[in-house]
């Protein structure tokens, strides 16, 4: 196996998290919810939106700030959450980049 395969099977690994997160359909409301709502929303006005439980609600945001898609910033009392798709999406268009070019080499894979 080559060095470049051996990095994009990296990539994959690092990914893996990442595409995790997506797959839930709650944490795909609140990634919409947010991109929305530019000046972030608190966990009620999120929950209102959606149906689910405030705890509920806090755990896919816990989730989804562990994984970069998201950070808190604290307006008085209330902790507001915004979108920061930033280092997350660069990761997966670098995994992206990276399989493309493995498609392009030497031996190319079918692009159907």
């Known amino acids: 196996m080559s060095q470049r395969t051996e990095h994009v099977l990296q990539q994959f690994k690092e990914c ?20 929305q709502n530019k000046s972030g929303l608190n966990v009620n006005s999120i929950s209102g939106h959606i149906s689910l439980s405030r705890p ?5 945001l816990k989730v989804l700030k562990q994984s970069g898609y998201i950070k808190s910033e604290k307006k008085g009392v209330e902790n507001y959450y915004v979108l920061t798709v930033r280092k997350p999406l660069e990761q997966l ?3 992206i980049t990276s399989v493309e070019a ?8 079918s692009k159907d």
């Open 93 to 95: 268009k670098s995994l």
């Open 56 to 60: 509920a609600v806090s755990h896919h």
């Open 16 to 35: 893996i998290p990442l595409l995790e997160v997506l797959t839930d359909e709650n944490r795909q409301a609140i990634i919409l919810l947010l991109a």
């Open 102 to 109: 493995e498609c392009d080499g030497p031996q190319g894979l």
